[in-house]
């Protein structure tokens, strides 16, 4: 994938749709600016459920995952899609679900401090929250989906 492809895809991720254009770009642009691309091979699971991980979130450009979760059938999720970001939200710093490649996957990790360090810096008070807002949505919305 280009540059373009990628902030493209960046920008079709659920959680920034509600948000305006300009804010949308910003957002893509510090994701793009401060990740690293990955391939994951189908059916390898690189989040697992109860895990203590680093506070990182990745954002699938190319393929599909599948979303697990203890007593719960689980779902399936194409790119693009962010994952990751309940983590933001859970005290105990724990992963809330297992995700596995159910096909070859391109993803995008990047480090949820440095995020915020990032949006903090390149937009207003009100834009902030409303990127705040749109994640916490997301994240809710993905978190009670099984």
């Keep these: 994938m ?18 305006p254009k300009e804010l949308k770009d910003k957002v893509a642009r510090i994701l793009q600016n401060i990740s ?26 190319e393929g599909a995952v599948s979303i697990r979760k203890e ?7 194409e790119a693009p899609q962010l994952l990751g970001e309940i ?8 992963r809330t679900a297992t995700v596995v490649a159910t096909e070859s996957c391109v993803v995008m990790r990047f480090k949820w401090d440095e ?5 903090e810096e390149s937009v207003s008070k009100d834009e902030l929250d409303k990127v705040k807002t749109a994640l916490e949505g997301f994240a809710w919305e993905h978190f009670s989906s099984d």
């Design 2 to 19: 280009n540059p373009d492809d990628i902030h493209e895809a960046i920008c079709k991720m659920n959680f920034l749709h509600g948000l």
């Design 36 to 61: 690293a691309l990955r391939r994951i091979a189908m059916g390898s699971d690189w989040l697992r459920e109860g895990e203590h991980s680093e506070n990182k979130g990745y954002i699938l450009l």
């Design 71 to 77: 007593d719960s059938p689980g779902h399936t999720e």
């Design 87 to 94: 983590m933001q939200f859970n005290p105990q710093q724990l």
């Design 115 to 119: 995020f915020w360090t990032r949006v």
